[in-house]
């Protein structure tokens, strides 16, 4: 998340809009009643939203809706997303540790944009909605959803700093916290072929990064998780090229497999020793 991001969030908790909040400041709405809230919403789907939204408001947006489906689920930042099309409409609700962030809908346009409102808890009518526009991300893979690829990887590394040692950096995997990496230390995650979103908490900071990754089959890349300030203990994710990763993963060693939170997704094998 660049500073503009982190910036929003602030304004965003100033005006009520609390989209980057902790728990704590989420709404009281729960899982259930947002369950309930797109359960109302019944027409067979005219649209598909599958893919990478943008958004000045909440950012990129990642959603999965299989085809001849009316479910869409996904991630945006570490936010966990329910959704559902009705007509060509979709429902949308950002859930946190079983809490509704914020709630919206938008509808297709010819142009292929997505516009409506959204609110802080369950979408209600009236004239306290925000605006919201999603615009379809620039570059959508031709491998997109490929099933029966081989598996792509991604290596996240975290180099070892005298500063902030004992600081977590949790590795999101689309919404969902698959390890904690720790200080000088790497690990592999074994991911499906398409489009994924790598994120982490920010230390210090409202809000999260994330990274958005167009995996083929059978490929690597690399992340970084970056401390790039001595005096304050922020993360900052960058992608890294193959010949920058090797240098620096032969001073690091694998990740312990206590911090693993998703073992089917995370490997701790050696890397080029």
Request: some cysteine.
């Amino acid at each position: 998340m660049n500073s503009r991001k982190y910036l929003f969030c602030l304004v965003a908790i100033v005006t009520g809009l609390v989209l980057c909040a902790p728990s704590a400041l989420l709404a009281k709405d729960n899982t259930n009643e947002a369950q309930s809230w797109l359960a109302t919403h019944t027409g067979a789907a005219e649209i598909n939203v599958d893919g990478v939204w943008d958004s000045s408001d909440w950012g990129k947006v990642l959603l999965h809706q299989a085809k001849d489906a009316r479910e869409v689920t996904r991630t945006s930042d570490n936010w966990e997303i329910e959704g559902v099309v009705s007509g060509k409409t979709v429902f949308l609700a950002f859930i946190g540790k079983g809490q509704v962030g914020f709630t919206g809908e938008a509808t297709m346009n010819e142009d292929g944009t997505l516009t409506g409102s959204y609110s802080k808890g369950i979408l209600q009518s009236g004239s306290g909605n925000k605006k919201l526009v999603l615009h379809k991300a620039a570059s959508q893979a031709a491998h997109q959803g490929e099933t029966g690829g081989a598996p792509a990887h991604v290596v996240v590394f975290r180099k070892h700093y005298h500063n902030c040692p004992q600081v977590k950096a949790q590795v999101f995997v689309d919404g969902k916290e698959a390890v904690d990496i720790q200080n000088g230390r790497y690990l592999t995650l074994n991911l499906s072929p398409g489009i994924h979103l790598i994120g982490t908490t920010t230390i210090g900071k409202i809000g999260s990064q994330t990274q958005d990754l167009d995996l083929a089959p059978g490929s690597t890349s690399y992340i970084n998780f970056e401390f790039p300030s001595a005096w304050v203990c922020t993360i900052e994710i960058q992608k890294t090229d193959a010949t920058e990763a090797e240098k620096a993963l032969s001073k690091l060693k694998p990740n312990d497999a206590n911090k693993v939170k998703i073992p089917e997704m995370v490997s701790l094998d050696p890397i080029g020793k």
